[in-house]
T-cell receptor
Framework: SQQGEEDPQALSIQEGENATMNCSYK?????LQWYRQNSGRGLVHLIL?????REKHSGRLRVTLDTSKKSSSLLITASRAADTASYFC???????????FGQGTELSVKP | SQTIHQWPATLVQPVGSPLSLECTVE??????LYWYRQAAGRGLQLLFY??????ISSEVPQNLSASRPQDRQFILSSKKLLLSDSGFYLC??????????????FGSGTRLTVV
């Protein structure tokens, strides 16, 4: 079964606005990761937050983690058209180093 | 440098035909390797993973099989394709970040259409 579930499924914003995507998961985790996928391409790792961390920044990305609510959010500030992609959260690692991915949020940033 | 190669990029195969997708990694040894499938507009479903040569774990019952004949080679196969095997197939390997955390590096994917 899927571990991470993203919300919303799709998000459309104007360039310059902030984009917030949420992820909920079901079981305990060691870390939670966010990936980006451009249409028809492989996923690219964006950022990892450990279970003992509450917030992490990387450039225009900010990730928060609330283990009591089993949820995480990814904030992209000052969005650009080039940020248009699908964003996935993943939890793990599980046995064999497996990551379990959510269904993703499709972000569209209009110029 | 560490890289992952996946081919072909696209493939159109008739129902009942065999399948072989190959994934190779460079610049690392004894990697954990993974095959995922992504249906259109959906998340990733883990199909197989391997922690070493000849070691394959299957996550879901299906029409596919996987093999790892060499340390840095991971192959996804089918003897007879079904229409439901269509999808976007992604190979990934687990990379070690600093502080002991692991994440994935993905290949560029294979778009398989079974007709």
């Amino acid at each position: 079964s899927q571990q991470g579930e993203e919300d919303p499924q799709a998000l459309s914003i104007q360039e310059g606005e902030n984009a917030t995507m949420n992820c909920s998961y079901k079981t305990s985790i060691n870390n939670l990761q966010w990936y980006r996928q451009n249409s028809g391409r492989g996923l690219v790792h964006l950022i990892l937050i450990r279970s003992n961390e509450r917030e992490k920044h990387s450039g225009r990305l900010r990730v928060t983690l609330d283990t009591s609510k089993k949820s995480s959010s990814l904030l992209i500030t000052a969005s650009r058209a080039a940020d248009t992609a699908s964003y996935f959260c993943a939890t793990g690692p599980n046995q064999g180093g497996k990551l379990i991915f959510g269904q993703g949020t499709e972000l569209s940033v209009k110029p | 440098s560490q890289t992952i190669h996946q081919w072909p990029a696209t493939l159109v195969q008739p129902v009942g035909s065999p399948l072989s997708l190959e994934c190779t990694v460079e610049g690392t040894s004894n990697p954990n390797l993974y095959w995922y499938r992504q249906a259109a507009g959906r998340g990733l479903q883990l199909l197989f993973y391997s922690v070493g040569i000849g070691q394959i774990s299957s996550e879901v019952p299906q029409n596919l099989s996987a093999s790892r004949p060499q340390d840095r080679q991971f192959i996804l196969s089918s003897k007879k394709l079904l229409l439901s095997d269509s999808g976007f197939y992604l190979c990934a390997w687990s990379v070690l970040y600093r502080q002991g955390d692991h994440g994935y590096t993905f290949g560029s994917g294979t778009r398989l259409t079974v007709v």
